[in-house]
Every structure is written in structure tokens, then in C-alpha cells.
């Protein structure tokens, strides 16, 4: 503002990181899960939800591009950033399931502009002994095959299948490249962003079963070899992925950090996207005992998400409180 105040709002959210986008992916894939297990109308408020906060950060992702270009480049260079693209994605398959194919290409669209610059920048400031968040590369690259293969098989596009393909695989080469930069310390110490080292295997394991769903309609996209090497990546993929989960898990209950921090959204959105790529997978490939361990996770994920959006409220209220009294401090100086 020109008198130099700011509201308590705003100025509290000017403070959210990058890895904030995380809520989005979070949110989004929850209501994929329940969208898979039938549970339409709580599928749908998820859906409300993951869209209102992409709305806000969408906002604010344009807003300090106009306004502060210099924060904007130095949150650009985080890992968390690549969430812009991820979130997007995970929004945009949610409104391909429901049919609503126009807005799911735009999103799509949308992704595609923005993956290669954000993902240069970030991989350009890559270290060694990197939080979960590295794998966020693979993440975001593998969630334009899961959005560009979903709109693939819900249109009959077959050149859409065979792009969706490339990031399928690139996306592989930048997990295996991200765990060599990945700091195994993370699984005792790490914030919440740790489980992106599963949750990476899973959205990977949701791309090869939308690629195999995407053939299933019809559309003759590769010969049966690329088809059997597809099947069989994805199941492995699944399996790696639940050995994760397992380790995860485990880590968790040997070293405990039950407070409350933004990246948790980054342990829900691994929760989400196992339960999701169990079910996709159990489809793809024709393994219905698959369902009921599906079902369970999500569910898992359901309380998960709760469980951190409580800590969410709980840690808004305490930064809505601290910005207004900083506010009051201000303004009583000035006077």
C-alpha cells in the first residue's frame, strides 16, 4: 500500500514458501482417491478445496512476478517451486475425470509452459545431501504423463499417449538421479518432505497405468514388446514404491516430529498418490486383490490430510495473530 501498511493477511501470506504448492498436490490427489473408491460428493468438496488454493497461489505466483521479480527468481531456484507444475497437473487430471476435457487441456497446457524453465532453474541449483524435495523434478515431469496420458484415453488422441511417453521415462532418469543427491539423514530428521522419496515411485507408477489405460481404449499406441516393458516398469514401480511407504513409515515411528510444518503437505501427497496408483494399477493390470489395500490407503490418506489441516489452521491462526500485533507495532511507532 502507498502508506507503507499492509494488512495482517496479506502480509502473512507473502510469507508462505514455494513448497506451500504442496497443499494443492495434497488436496488434489486425496480427491482423486476418493473419486476411485466412489466417494463422489467428499471426492468433489477435495476438489473445491485443491481449487481455491491453487486460485490463491496462482495469485500470488503472478503477483510477485510483477511486483518482485528478485524474491521471485530466488523461489524460482528452489525445488519447491516445480509444486506450480505439479499441482497443476494433479488439479487438471481431477477435472479430466470428471469430463470436463477443455479445462484439463488448458491446464495441461499450462504445465507444459511452465515445466522446462522451472525445472532448468532448479536443477541448475542442486547440491549434494538435498532434502525430499529434490525429487520434486521427477514429480512434476511425471504428473504431465498423467495428465496428458488421462486426457489421451478420454479423447482418443493417440499423439497425446505417445508425448505423454517421454516425460514418462525422463522422469525416471531424474529420480534416479535425485536419490544420489538425496540425503538419507532426511528419513530421521526430515520436516515432512522426506516422503517424497516414495511418493515420487508412486506418481510414476500412476503415469505407467494411465499409459497402459490409454492403450486399453482402443488406440493402437506401441507393439506388444514397449507394452510389456511398460507393464512390467509399472508394477515394479508400484512395489518400490510401497517398500517406501513401509520405510517410511517405520522412520516415523522410530523418530517421531509430531509438529506441525508446511512441508507435511509433502508426507499427504506420497499418502494420496500410493492409495491412487495402487488402485490405477490394480485396474491397469488386472489384479483386484488390489482393490482392498487400495481402499485402506486411502483412507489413510484421508486422515492424514486431517490431521495436517488442523496443524495448518492452527499454525494460520498463530502467523494471522503475530502479522496483526507486528502491524500494531508499526503503526504505533509511526505515530
Known amino acids: 500500500m502507498s502508506s507503507g501498511t499492509s494488512h495482517p493477511l496479506r502480509a502473512w501470506w507473502a510469507r508462505r514458501p514455494p513448497a506451500a504448492g504442496a497443499a494443492v498436490m495434497a488436496t488434489g490427489i486425496v480427491s482423486i482417491g476418493l473419486h476411485l473408491t466412489h466417494h463422489e460428493l467428499l471426492s468433489r468438496i477435495m476438489l473445491v478445496l485443491a481449487c481455491a488454493a491453487w486460485l490463491a497461489l496462482a495469485a500470488n505466483f503472478a503477483s510477485l512476478l510483477l511486483t518482485d521479480r528478485t524474491k521471485w527468481v530466488t523461489q524460482a531456484g528452489t525445488p519447491g517451486a516445480l509444486t506450480a507444475v505439479a499441482a497443476t497437473c494433479v488439479v487438471g487430471t481431477r477435472f479430466s475425470l470428471l469430463g470436463w476435457t477443455a479445462l484439463a487441456a488448458a491446464l495441461l497446457a499450462l504445465s507444459a509452459l511452465l515445466w522446462p524453465g522451472l525445472l532448468l532453474v532448479v536443477v541448475r541449483h542442486w547440491e549434494r545431501r538435498m532434502p525430499g524435495a529434490v525429487f520434486l523434478g521427477c514429480v512434476a515431469t511425471e504428473g504431465l504423463t498423467v495428465l496428458g496420458a488421462t486426457l489421451a484415453a478420454s479423447t482418443s488422441t493417440a499423439w497425446l499417449a505417445h508425448a505423454a511417453l517421454v516425460p514418462f521415462w525422463l522422469g525416471l532418469v531424474l529420480y534416479v538421479v535425485a536419490l544420489f543427491r538425496f540425503d538419507l539423514r532426511q528419513l530421521a530428521r526430515g520436516f515432512g518432505d522426506h516422503w517424497v522419496a516414495g511418493g515420487a515411485l508412486a506418481i510414476s507408477a500412476l503415469a505407467g497405468s494411465k ?8 488406440m493402437y499406441l506401441w507393439n506388444d514388446d514397449v507394452e510389456g516393458v511398460l507393464h512390467d516398469a509399472t508394477v515394479a514401480l508400484l512395489v518400490l514404491d510401497l517398500a517406501w511407504y ?60 486431517l490431521a ?18 507486528a502491524e500494531d507495532v508499526r503503526s504505533t511507532t509511526r505515530r
Open 246 to 305: 513401509v520405510v517410511l513409515f517405520v522412520c516415523e515411528a522410530v523418530w517421531p516430529r509430531p509438529r506441525y510444518d508446511v512441508r507435511r503437505w509433502s508426507t499427504v501427497f506420497p499418502l494420496g498418490m500410493t492409495a491412487a496408483a495402487t488402485l490405477s494399477v490394480a485396474a491397469a493390470v488386472d489384479v483386484p486383490w488390489l482393490d482392498v489395500p487400495g481402499q485402506v490407503l486411502v483412507w489413510i490418506s484421508v486422515a492424514g490430510w
Open 211 to 218: 499409459l497402459l489405460a490409454a492403450a486399453d481404449t482402443g
Open 308 to 325: 495436517v489441516a488442523v496443524g495448518a489452521v492452527a499454525s494460520a491462526r498463530a502467523g494471522l495473530r503475530s502479522a496483526a500485533a
